[in-house]
């Protein structure tokens, strides 16, 4: 049994076993459950939304004394209503949060609006809960389209039924130990206009949070029936019968200023129907743009959105179809697909920044997270999607002079480390992305490595270069100096590639020098990545398993962002082979790469070691990568609320399940992908034109997670790796498991620029 907030509800496991038909019967759909990721740090949000909706419509809480609730949601708190925009699964500072909506009975008040709540449901496009204190309880349902919010409340009968629209709201969280924080989201101006009992507009202008730039957001409201009451109110007072108010400074100068609300409120009469449907546009453009979003869906009744919601994920989900495994493996698959599709938010049509006819993506947060897993998972299943969202960035990069890294609301930051779009589009265009402008791109890659940033830009975009051109690496002059000498040097990798398939040889020979500028700082005694000064000595008291952030250096001031030297050290996707060189071997490199992970130095939970498991390919050992794959999918991934590692990280973790359960991998900007340990005895993957590509295992358990013998489309196959042509080509990789290591994997991945071959 799994106890929620006093409520027992039966585990779809135990359900399962009790009624054998029923699991033969439950689909892809029916094993998603939008909760899990929402506690142990995961921040994932678990309202309804349809995949890439701007509209994340889901439920607020109490929680902005708990630092990390960045999707606005913490399950052992009451809750305070319902928003239409939330980021899922990230960290650092919350955004969005708007135009929370909260349904009351009896008095009505602006205060207090903190509520128990009970029998929560939440399924792919609807989210539900009962919320209130006894007697005095409103079943809230809501479901989405992109850019409309749906909600039906059920209030009891023969009461005084209200509906509050906050419109000042915004997700609220404390952090840094300041009681005032000027990162916090606060509203700047907005305004609320009542145009007719059953109809309202308004914005709301916010600043702060994540990336700290203004945006503003327009809303049009529309409910299914006439208020009998109608007004605004602010955080003193109810104003009945006052049909607008506008104005608005929440600028965390003081308390008193942080706490300025600006509202409207609805009431209704329940005596001859306790059902309300209320449905809210949203717009970057304006009032207007709203109204005719709302216009466009008018008609469209609540189950309807509902079910069309549900077709779209089913849609999704069935892009991958496994067989196999426990009914717990699927279920966290299936999760980890959907969680997989959340982000970025689709926005085209509503680019109030600049004028252009390309796809317009936000909430791209942030690349140096979602290259890795996230976007090759688009690029193979979802290619049309993929394109739009690299015309998206490279439509960005035209119209504000750079690539960016990480972009949210209308602008680009936070730079975590180097320029990690340039893995993007690498990867892009040597898998062949249909859409994409090839010279553009590498204008745009180019610049980063070629054109170095300003201080004051180098948090939002590019990169600062001039230690990197005058000593060949990031000194500690800098901020985050041994991450970005390792990242510049990947990113500089991706610009030769982009380069040589352009036939820019000597641009291709120049960037793929540079690439190899990590080994500037490779310490050969403490066999690790070793922080220098710009006088060429290294950093002094260094260990490399020392992980930062420490209580010494500010997050964003140690040389290793959120990592150690250990973990980073394994970041060298443009050449494992000089990595392991360098480590004295391939005998040697497996055993430092068996420490990393035997002494729990690995950290699933965040990104610079994803590859990790997958480079004792290169040693010839893939039965190593089998066992660390394997115990990493036992160990970091489960059913319920806390079964992610960590925040999702906008779904770079749920893909790397999606990946590794299913027994491939890929290198990120090369069109290699590595064979693991699938614990599906069947997965078949839909592409393109009607071809699929399926990965079957014979004899494949628990325990037989060997690979004993491999053969693509009939073939004998002998190295653990595969090419983007072979598998978007369509056929069968049959894999035979054992429960004992096979050394099968001969022939050796393609490294550095051997994997160039690969793309002609």
């Known amino acids: 049994m799994i106890k929620v907030r006093g409520a027992a509800f039966v585990g779809l496991v135990s359900l399962a076993l009790l009624h054998p038909f029923l699991l033969a019967q439950r689909t892809a759909l029916d094993r998603v459950d939008p909760l899990v990721g929402s506690l142990n740090g995961g921040n994932a949000t678990p309202g309804a939304q349809v995949p890439f909706g701007f509209i994340s419509f889901g439920p607020d809480t109490a929680s902005f004394d708990f630092s990390g609730?960045?999707?606005?949601?913490?399950?052992?708190?009451?809750?305070?209503?319902?928003?239409?925009?939330?980021?899922?699964?990230?960290?650092?500072?919350?955004k969005y949060g708007n135009f929370r909506v909260t349904p009351t009975v009896g008095v009505l008040s602006q205060h207090n609006l903190i509520f128990p709540w009970k029998g929560e449901k939440a399924e792919p496009g609807y989210y539900a809960v009962t919320m209130g204190r006894q007697g005095h309880q409103v079943c809230t349902e809501l479901t989405a389209t992109r850019l409309v919010g749906y909600s039906r409340f059920t209030f009891p009968a023969d009461v005084k039924a209200n509906l509050l629209l906050d419109v000042s709201s915004r997700?609220?969280?404390?952090?840094?130990?300041?009681?005032?924080?000027?990162?916090?989201?606060?509203?700047?101006?907005?305004?609320?206009?009542?145009?007719?009992?059953?109809?309202?507009?308004?914005?709301?202008?916010?600043?702060?949070?994540?990336?700290?730039?203004?945006?503003?957001?327009?809303?049009?409201?529309e409910f299914s029936r006439d208020a009998t009451e109608s007004g605004t109110w602010d955080q003193d007072r109810m104003y009945p019968g006052r049909n607008q108010a506008s104005g608005i400074d929440q600028t965390?100068?003081?308390?008193?200023?942080?706490?300025?609300?600006?509202?409207?409120?609805?009431?209704?009469?329940?005596?001859?129907?306790?059902?309300?449907?209320?449905?809210?546009?949203?717009?970057?453009?304006?009032?207007?743009?709203?109204?005719?979003?709302?216009?466009?869906?008018?008609?469209?009744?609540?189950?309807?959105?509902?079910?069309?919601?549900?077709?779209?994920?089913a849609d999704v989900l069935a892009k991958i179809d496994v067989d196999g495994g426990t009914e717990k493996q699927k279920a966290i698959f299936y999760?980890?697909?959907?969680?997989?599709?959340?982000?970025?938010?689709?926005?085209?049509?509503?680019?109030?920044?600049?004028?252009?006819?390309?796809?317009?993506?936000?909430?791209?947060?942030?690349?140096?997270?979602?290259?890795?897993?996230?976007?090759?998972?688009?690029?193979?299943?979802?290619?049309?999607?993929?394109?739009?969202?690299?015309?998206?960035?490279?439509?960005?990069?035209?119209?504000?002079?750079?690539?960016?890294?990480?972009?949210?609301?209308g602008a680009n930051g936070m730079t975590q480390g180097g320029s990690n779009g340039d893995v993007l589009l690498a990867d892009?265009?040597?898998?062949?992305?249909?859409?994409?402008?090839?010279?553009?791109?590498?204008?745009?890659?180019?610049?980063?490595?070629?054109?170095?940033?300003?201080?004051?830009?180098?948090?939002?975009?590019?990169?600062?270069?001039?230690?990197?051109?005058?000593?060949?690496?990031?000194?500690?002059?800098?901020q985050r100096s041994a991450t970005r000498t390792l990242e510049y040097a990947a990113d500089d990798y991706s610009v030769a590639t982009i380069a040589h398939l352009l036939g820019k040889d000597d641009d291709a020979q120049?960037?793929?020098?540079?690439?190899?500028?990590?080994?500037?700082?490779?310490?050969?005694?403490?066999?690790?990545?070793?922080?220098?000064?710009?006088?060429?000595?290294?950093?002094?008291?260094?260990?490399?398993?020392?992980?930062?952030p420490d209580s010494l250096?500010?997050?964003?001031?140690?040389?290793?962002?959120?990592?150690?030297?250990?973990?980073?050290?394994?970041?060298?996707?443009?050449?494992?082979?000089?990595?392991?060189?360098?480590?004295?071997?391939?005998?040697?490199?497996?055993?430092w790469f068996d420490r990393l992970f035997d002494k729990g130095l690995y950290t699933q939970g965040n990104e610079p070691d994803l590859l990790a498991a997958y480079t004792y390919i290169y040693m010839g050992r893939q039965d190593r990568t089998a066992e660390r794959v394997r115990a990493i999918l036992a160990k970091e991934y489960h059913t319920g609320r806390g079964g992610l590692p960590g925040?999702?990280?906008?779904?770079?973790?749920?893909?790397?399940?999606?990946?590794?359960?299913?027994?491939?991998?890929?290198?990120?900007?090369?069109?290699?992908?590595?064979?693991?340990?699938?614990?599906?005895?069947?997965?078949?993957?839909?592409?393109?034109?009607?071809?699929?590509?399926?990965?079957?295992?014979?004899?494949?358990?628990?325990?037989?997670?060997?690979?004993?013998?491999?053969?693509?489309?009939?073939?004998?196959?002998?190295?653990?790796?595969?090419?983007?042509?072979?598998?978007?080509?369509?056929?069968?990789?049959?894999?035979?498991?054992?429960?004992?290591?096979?050394?099968?994997?001969t022939e050796l991945p393609l490294g550095g620029v051997g994997s160039w071959k690969l793309m002609e």
Not at 348 to 355: A, K, L, R, S
Not at 672 to 699: A, D, E
Request: aromatic content about 14%; glycine content about 8%.
């Open 553 to 591: 250096l500010l997050w964003w001031d140690a040389p290793f962002y959120e990592g150690s030297s250990t973990q980073y050290s394994t970041y060298t996707p443009q050449d494992f082979y000089a990595l392991i060189d360098l480590l004295g071997g391939r005998e040697a490199a497996t055993h």
């Open 252 to 313: 965390p100068r003081t308390m008193e200023s942080y706490r300025n609300q600006l509202g409207a409120f609805f009431t209704f009469d329940t005596r001859n129907g306790a059902m309300v449907e209320m449905r809210v546009a949203i717009s970057f453009v304006g009032i207007n743009q709203a109204k005719e979003t709302l216009a466009a869906e008018k008609g469209s009744s609540f189950d309807e959105v509902r079910r069309r919601a549900s077709k779209q994920w």
């Open 510 to 548: 120049r960037f793929l020098a540079s690439s190899a500028n990590w080994k500037n700082l490779w310490d050969k005694k403490a066999r690790c990545i070793h922080p220098r000064y710009e006088d060429g000595t290294f950093l002094e008291n260094f260990e490399c398993d020392h992980l930062y």
């Open 647 to 745: 925040n999702d990280d906008a779904g770079t973790m749920s893909s790397w399940y999606v990946w590794s359960s299913i027994g491939l991998y890929p290198l990120a900007g090369q069109p290699i992908y590595f064979i693991g340990s699938p614990i599906f005895s069947s997965v078949t993957m839909h592409l393109v034109g009607g071809k699929s590509f399926s990965v079957r295992c014979t004899n494949n358990s628990a325990t037989t997670k060997y690979v004993q013998s491999a053969d693509l489309n009939g073939k004998p196959l002998h190295r653990a790796w595969l090419t983007h042509r072979e598998i978007v080509a369509g056929g069968v990789l049959n894999l035979r498991m054992g429960e004992a290591p096979v050394h099968w994997d």
């Open 69 to 94: 609730f960045t999707n606005g949601y913490n399950p052992s708190a009451e809750m305070t209503g319902f928003s239409y925009t939330h980021e899922s699964g990230t960290g650092g500072e919350s």
């Open 428 to 478: 892009a265009l040597v898998k062949h992305l249909p859409g994409v402008d090839n010279q553009l791109a590498y204008e745009a890659v180019r610049k980063d490595a070629d054109t170095g940033v300003s201080l004051d830009r180098s948090w939002y975009e590019g990169r600062q270069l001039d230690d990197w051109k005058r000593l060949g690496y990031m000194s500690l002059t800098y």
């Open 171 to 221: 997700i609220r969280m404390r952090s840094s130990g300041s009681s005032v924080p000027s990162s916090r989201q606060a509203a700047t101006d907005g305004a609320v206009t009542i145009t007719d009992p059953r109809h309202a507009e308004g914005f709301i202008s916010i600043t702060g949070g994540w990336n700290p730039a203004p945006y503003t957001l327009y809303f049009a409201a």
């Open 335 to 409: 999760t980890a697909l959907y969680r997989s599709h959340v982000m970025p938010h689709d926005l085209t049509g509503e680019n109030v920044w600049w004028q252009s006819d390309a796809p317009h993506y936000e909430d791209f947060y942030t690349l140096w997270d979602t290259f890795r897993t996230l976007h090759p998972l688009f690029t193979l299943i979802e290619p049309e999607r993929q394109s739009a969202m690299v015309q998206s960035l490279l439509d960005t990069y035209t119209h504000t002079g750079w690539l960016p890294d990480a972009r949210i609301a």
